[in-house]
C-alpha cells in the first residue's frame, strides 16, 4: 500500500510529464482480435473500444452468486462482466494492442467505503485522457482530459 501513488500535486509531476512508449504486444492472446478496432486515428480507436466494452456491460445481466471473477481478458470478454475494474483491464489492453498506451485508475471516495470505480487514462494527441470502460465514455475538450484534470476542475464532471 505504501508503495502507491495518490494523485496530487505533488506526483502531479511524475505521472504526467512523460511521454509513455506504446507497448509491444504482439504476444498477447487478444492482439489479432484487438486489431479489428482499428479506426483512421487513435481517438476514433478509443471509441470503438468504447463502444465495444461498454455493450458488454450493457447487455450483462448475470446473478452474483453466478459470476466469474478474475481470469485472463481473452476469458472476462468469454464470460461477459459489468465490473469496472475487469472492463478497465479489457481496455487497456485492446487500446495497447492497438499502439496506445493505457494504464489503469482507481477513483476512490475515502470518506466512503465501497464507493469507487476504475477507469483508463489513454495517451493520445499529446496527453492522457480518461476512458470509462463500463459507461463508453471518454473525458474530451479539445484535448483528452485526464484524471488530475478532473480532479480539479469539475465542471466537467457536470452534465
Known amino acids: 500500500m505504501q508503495e502507491m501513488i495518490l494523485l496530487d500535486k505533488a506526483s502531479f509531476e511524475y505521472l504526467y510529464s512523460f511521454q509513455p ?66 472492463m478497465a483491464r479489457v481496455g487497456a489492453v485492446l487500446l495497447m494492442c492497438n ?4 494504464r489503469i485508475v482507481h477513483l476512490v471516495n475515502p470518506t466512503k467505503a465501497y464507493n469507487g470505480h476504475v477507469v483508463v487514462e489513454a495517451y493520445y494527441e499529446g496527453k492522457y485522457g480518461i476512458c470509462d470502460f463500463i459507461y463508453g465514455y471518454y473525458f474530451y475538450d479539445g484535448k483528452p482530459l485526464d484524471a488530475y484534470e478532473l480532479m480539479h476542475n469539475k465542471q466537467y464532471l457536470d452534465g
Open 99 to 102: 499502439g496506445i498506451p493505457a
Open 21 to 86: 512508449q506504446a507497448t509491444d504486444m504482439r504476444a498477447h492472446e487478444l492482439y489479432p482480435f484487438a486489431k479489428q478496432f482499428r479506426q483512421g486515428d487513435d481517438r476514433q480507436t478509443i471509441e470503438s473500444i468504447l463502444r465495444y466494452c461498454s455493450d458488454i456491460a450493457l447487455h450483462y445481466d448475470v446473478p452474483l452468486e453466478q459470476m466469474h471473477f478474475g481470469g485472463t481478458e481473452m476469458e472476462i470478454l468469454n464470460w461477459g462482466t459489468d465490473w469496472c475494474a475487469d
